[in-house]
């Protein structure tokens, strides 16, 4: 990829995450959960209303366990040293250091970094706390150093470098000996996983569309007047879709893997559109995830989401 068109390309992904970041701020008085996983203010959207769902407690259930068995194992040594690659908002980096870590969180949007800034600012969880230093930078274009950090974190995060094995190779030599290195990606979706979402969205009472709505909808698929919704990328995941298999190569070949798992095949969308009483929409959805979980065990979905987790051995 010739410079000029990788500027390019760095400049639109940073104005994509630059629009998430106004829709998150754009009610000063909510939290959303990639700011703050603790003090995340619940809201549920109205009917039509084109803003994000915000419930801590639906979000953990559609976790499953994951993201706190990944927090863990980043966090695993008692005052590490912890790089955050792309760390958005800061949500992790900010949990990292309230388990005591001293956190390295870069990121290329600015109003991103800027309301990581504020929270950690208004932080309350002071008691163990390590620290946190947000730098408006490209990590991709630094100098990592050598056997310098305890874990490297790449929560959604590594896909979006321009050269993975380059880049995970400086990761590889920033880490220090048994060091922890850890990703969550998106994966792509085939058909079936598109239309298991389409089907529980269908059935399930939801705040973003009526049943006569959803009706006229499946009528358009079914007469081709509708395509499947996309899948929505930024600038760099769009150019860069073998990104994913480049980083599962790289955690198998240089690193020894302790986690690998996939889950949420179909179940994210349906399960946070959900609309009622909290006592329904969180049965729902314990139903919805576990029917999710146990088609991905059996092998019939792929998960929409990936963590891993490796560590350097040598």
Known sequence: MQQDNLDQLKKAEADFFDQIADIRTSKSEQIAMEADIRRATKYIPQRGEKRFLIDPKMTEILEGGARDQYIKWVSHKPGSRVLDIGCGSGWLALELARNGCHVDAYDISPKAIALARK??????YKEGFGSVTYHLQDVSELDLGVDKYDAVSGWSAFHHMPDVP????????ALKPGGIVATMDDMPRGRLEQGLEYFFEFILPTYSLSYPQKIGTVFNLLTGKRKYREEIFSPMEEAKHS???EIADVFNNKFEVILSLRHNAFAGTP????SGSDGFRYAAARVVVRIDRFLCKLGIVKGFERVMVARKTA
């Open 166 to 173: 380059v880049f995970m190779d400086r990761v590889f030599h």
């Open 119 to 124: 929270m950690l600012e208004e932080n309350p």
């Open 271 to 274: 399960v946070m559109r959900i």
């Open 243 to 245: 990104a994913v298999d």
